[in-house]
């Protein structure tokens, strides 16, 4: 079983729709947790960091951490043609090492 | 902005020779870099951690002498792919990590735009 659960998708919506992503997690031991994204032959690019539990807005974007239920998602409002990309979810145990496990990504296309 | 870049932005070289990749932060100092390999369709997977002023501490399988990595200063990694064959064409991504003082969300990776190899 790997460490970090994603769906991989693709995940196809229109435009204007909401979006919710997921990942699960097995390792306990998680605290830090990141959402990127990352359009095609790019880097990655950091949208929401949540440390432990709760909710973090930002714009159109809500990231949500259950803890108790090793669950994370993404939630777009409002999608848009420009957030077709791939969602990948990462996450980390300590900050000592800063290294990140990562879920295998998701891919969302958003039609106009 | 880009907080973090890379050289080349893309690369074609010949079966044998070596290709050096460099990653630079550009608006923070960066004690720690990390580098990864992403194929097609496929998530990122780590190669190695790089700490600036000593040796990369390498993940399982990967060849240490085939990937040579040097963090020679806070703001610069190279990652160097030795005697590169077909096999080894891929994306390869940097990434720094913030500190604290950073200015940036402290103990999070910013990645590169990621280099694209292609052996011949």
């Known amino acids: 079983q790997k460490e970090v659960e994603q769906d991989p998708g693709p995940l196809s919506v229109p435009e204007g729709a909401i979006v919710s992503l997921n990942c699960t997690y097995s390792n306990s031991a998680f605290q830090y947790f990141m959402w990127y994204r990352q359009y095609s032959r790019k880097g990655p690019e950091l949208l929401m960091y949540?440390?432990?539990?709760g909710n973090k807005e930002d714009g159109r974007f809500t990231a949500q951490v259950d803890k108790s239920s090793k669950y994370i998602s993404l939630f777009i409002r409002d999608s848009q043609p420009s957030d077709s990309a791939t969602y990948l979810c990462?996450?980390?145990?300590?900050?000592?090492?800063?290294?990140?496990?990562f879920g295998q990504g998701t891919t969302l296309q958003v039609k106009p | 902005g880009a907080v973090v870049s890379q050289h080349p932005s893309w690369v074609i070289c010949k079966s044998g020779t070596s290709v050096k990749i460099e990653c630079r932060s550009l608006d923070f100092q960066a004690t720690t870099m990390f580098w990864y390999r992403q194929f097609p369709k496929q998530s990122l997977m780590l190669m190695a951690t790089s700490n600036e002023g000593s040796k990369a501490t390498y993940e399982q399988g990967v060849e240490k002498d085939k990937f040579l990595i040097n963090h020679a200063s806070l703001t610069l990694s190279t990652l160097t792919v030795t005697s590169a064959h077909p096999e080894d064409s891929s994306f390869y991504i940097c990434s720094a990590r913030a500190g604290g003082n950073s200015g940036r969300i402290a103990d999070t990776q910013y990645f590169g735009p990621g280099t694209r190899l292609t052996v011949l």
């Open positions: 990462a996450m980390s145990a300590a900050s000592n090492t800063g290294k990140l496990i």
């Open positions: 949540t440390y432990s539990s």
